[in-house]
């Protein structure tokens, strides 16, 4: 299964990405500290995560040097497609676009886990299970 294989593809990637005389650690996994509190503060960065189980990020010495499609480069690669589908593609028109991000969404709900948090449509269903049936008021 191809969404298996992801973090080898991508943590092979990282550590032959970049300077070899890089000063920041070349991988970083986020499963344990989550990604804003791996990543040193005002640095750019390349992340990618696999579900709710962490994923990778790598810290970008040279900006000149790291492409913008490199992530979608791997994932090319994955799929076993050239990577000119990404590096020559051009845009939809914005109708189009808009489509394509609704149909996304709907398909994407189902395993969309932001709406469990505050704000999210499904966090008072989460904080009543919490609760033991009750949804908690908050403190003011």
């Avoid at 992801?6 to 499963?31: C, R, Y």
């Avoid at 149909?103 to 999210?120: I, Q, S």
Wanted: aromatic residues 12%; charged residues 35%; contains cysteine.
């Amino acid at each position: 299964d191809t969404f298996l294989d992801a973090p080898i593809f991508f943590k092979k990637a990282i550590l032959e990405s970049d300077e070899q005389w890089s000063v920041n650690k070349k991988l970083i996994n986020t499963i344990e500290k989550g990604l804003w509190r791996s990543v040193p503060k005002n640095f750019p960065f390349f992340s990618v995560e696999f579900g709710d189980g962490g994923g990778f990020a790598h810290v970008i010495e040279d900006r000149d040097m790291f492409r913008q499609d490199w992530g979608k480069e791997i994932l090319c690669g994955m799929l076993g497609e050239p990577a000119q589908i990404v590096l020559r593609a051009k845009r939809a028109p914005p109708h189009i676009e808009e489509d394509r991000v609704t149909r996304f969404k709907a398909m994407w709900r189902p395993f969309d886990w932001t709406r469990r948090l505050k704000g999210g449509d499904l966090y008072e269903k989460m904080q009543k299970k919490k609760k033991g049936g009750k949804i908690a008021e908050s403190k003011k």
